[in-house]
């Protein structure tokens, strides 16, 4: 049975980035590569009466367009976990390091909104990990309460780059860059803005700080956070969403900083499949997603569902 932890306030910026630079050295780090038969670390994480900071709250609504108002955003318990998943990945028994590594995906599933004011309980652990074609993934998962009552579970999905058994499995064509079609929205950020997204996020990871931090991770530019795309994609339809609602996020390439890049939002509530068929999918559900302004990539692809 996993062992749970109650910290007595969440660890600090200056805490877990520190442990996360000493992982990457030589000799006293981790090791540059994990095997596929590695094991997770059996515990759990778990931080209590955790208030949110209405200011912190709006400056990360003002860097994410997101509406600041009585109930937190959909994307805002990433936030609020953050420090117990860099903790956990921070960890010497950790597998392998914070730093460098990529967020693939990640889904939140909403139960109710959470109110700005209510007390949270956060608790977090680490599973699944797995091999795949690009390296190992890890699934970190988080659960936020009011009480007993669960309001709000997260996955985020990590990859450690490596060779693993799945490395050469064939892949499908890869697909053809073309001039995307007219967007619904186009988004704009620079430096600037990611900047403020990190100070109100907590996330100040080295390669969304600076173009020299970015190239020493093999990046020709600073790179917007994926979360922040996240949350700037879902801000136009947030207001539409209903409260129970799973919003799930898949990334692609960065966006290299400064950028502009095309935002499309696609109702699927309502509406008729391609063959004629009724839609599963109950009122709030949208596909969403960034592309290259100019070769039409995705950036991001991402859904949000309801039943």
């Known amino acids: 049975m996993s062992k749970t932890i109650t910290l007595s306030s ?84 950790f597998p392998f390091g914070a730093v460098g590594s990529v967020h693939l995906e990640n889904s939140i599933t909403r139960l109710r909104p959470i109110g700005i004011d209510e007390p949270l309980t956060i608790e977090n652990h680490a599973e699944n990990l797995r091999e795949h074609r690009k390296g190992m993934l890890v699934d ?67 390669i969304h700080m600076g173009d020299l931090t970015a190239k020493a991770f093999g990046f020709p530019k600073a790179i917007a956070h994926g979360m922040w795309s996240a949350a700037a994609a879902v801000a136009n339809v947030e207001a539409q969403l209903p409260g129970a609602v799973t919003y799930t996020v898949r990334w692609g390439k960065p966006i290299l900083l400064p950028a502009k890049v095309n935002v499309y939002t696609h109702r699927v509530d309502g509406t008729e499949s391609a063959a004629g068929e009724a839609n599963i999918y109950g009122a709030g559900s949208f596909d969403i997603s960034i592309l290259n302004r100019r070769k039409g990539y995705p950036h991001l692809t991402a859904t949000t569902r309801t039943h």
């Open 140 to 206: 970190m998962v988080s659960e936020i309460s009011v009480g007993t009552e669960l309001v709000t579970r997260q996955v985020a999905t990590f990859l450690k780059q490596q060779r693993t058994g799945l490395s050469d499995e064939p892949r499908g064509p890869a697909p053809r860059d073309q001039a995307p079609p007219p967007p619904d929205a186009v988004l704009a950020v620079d430096l600037a803005k990611i900047r403020k997204y990190a100070a109100a996020s907590g996330d100040r990871n080295p």
């Open 10 to 93: 969440p660890p600090s910026t200056a805490e877990v980035y520190s442990k996360a630079v000493t992982a990457m050295l030589p000799v006293i780090g981790k090791p540059a590569r994990i095997r596929a038969d590695a094991t997770l670390p059996d515990r759990r994480y778990r931080l209590e009466n955790i208030r949110t900071n209405p200011d912190r709250l709006l400056a990360y609504t003002r860097a994410t367009g997101q509406q600041f108002g009585p109930a937190l955003p959909i994307t805002y318990p990433f936030v609020l976990q953050f420090p117990l998943a860099m903790k956990i990945m921070t960890d010497g028994d």
